[in-house]
């Protein structure tokens, strides 16, 4: 049972870092949109940024590459959890410091960086962890194949709903401020 989370978690790993590494090099203009993007981190100079842009993007690189290698997945899993902790700091430290940046996490949005990305790359990692220690005290057993495309299909569902959770939060913060209107204009 251990193998088959672990095969959803390589599978939400790799579907979430490889969207976020596309949607930044996909075209010049968005790989410059999220190095820009990056300023409102406090990143105080451009080399700065184009710097650290090139990292993130390598880094997302070599997490795909090394999580979907039978040989590397466990590397590629603990560095996932380790650079999703990175963004978690700088998210957390940029909105205590009363900055919003704005979210390229995947190349293109128009939301600004709020708890709930905080939240997003928390449940990765913990995706991540539990994906690295369900490998760790597995049984190796062979997969039942069924068993391990139910996995593949509910890692990619998670992945989906995890790069879009500011928009689904958006939704319905939007529709219960649309139902507290509503609540207002009848009391009235």
Same mark, same amino acid.
């Given at each position: 049972?251990?193998?088959?989370?672990? #095969?959803? @978690?390589?599978?939400?790993?790799? #579907?979430?870092?490889?969207?976020?590494v596309?949607?930044?090099?996909?075209?010049? !203009? !968005?790989?410059?949109?999220?190095? %820009?993007?990056?300023?409102?981190?406090? $990143? &105080?100079?451009?080399a700065?940024?184009?710097?650290?842009?090139?990292?993130?993007?390598?880094?997302?690189?070599?997490?795909?590459? /090394?999580?979907?290698?039978?040989?590397?997945?466990?590397?590629?899993?603990?560095?996932?959890?380790?650079?999703?902790?990175?963004?978690?700091?700088?998210? #957390?430290?940029?909105?205590?410091?009363? /900055?919003? &940046?704005?979210?390229?996490?995947?190349?293109?949005g128009?939301?600004?960086?709020?708890?709930?990305?905080? #939240?997003?790359? /928390?449940?990765?990692?913990?995706? !991540?962890?539990?994906?690295?220690?369900?490998?760790?005290?597995?049984?190796?057993? !062979?997969?039942? &194949?069924?068993? @391990?495309?139910?996995?593949?299909?509910?890692?990619?569902?998670?992945?989906?709903?995890?790069?879009? /959770? %500011?928009?689904?939060?958006?939704?319905?913060?939007?529709? $219960?401020?649309?139902?507290?209107?509503?609540?207002? %204009?009848?009391?009235?």
């Amino acid at each position: 049972m251990g193998e088959l989370w672990t #095969v959803g @978690a390589r599978c939400a790993i790799i #579907v979430v870092f490889t969207v976020s590494v596309v949607g930044k090099v996909r075209t010049r !203009a !968005a790989f410059s949109e999220f190095t %820009d993007s990056l300023y409102g981190f406090g $990143q &105080p100079t451009a080399a700065a940024a184009r710097l650290l842009a090139a990292a993130t993007v390598l880094a997302e690189a070599a997490i795909v590459g /090394l999580t979907v290698l039978s040989a590397t997945f466990r590397w590629g899993l603990l560095i996932a959890a380790g650079v999703l902790l990175v963004f978690v700091v700088a998210i #957390v430290r940029a909105l205590r410091r009363g /900055l919003a &940046p704005s979210c390229r996490c995947f190349g293109s949005g128009v939301s600004r960086m709020s708890r709930i990305h905080v #939240v997003r790359n /928390l449940l990765l990692t913990v995706i !991540a962890l539990t994906g690295l220690l369900t490998a760790a005290i597995g049984t190796r057993a !062979a997969l039942n &194949p069924a068993g @391990a495309g139910l996995a593949v299909c509910c890692g990619a569902m998670a992945a989906v709903v995890l790069i879009h /959770l %500011d928009d689904i939060a958006a939704l319905f913060a939007s529709e $219960q401020t649309g139902t507290t209107r509503r609540r207002a %204009d009848h009391s009235s």
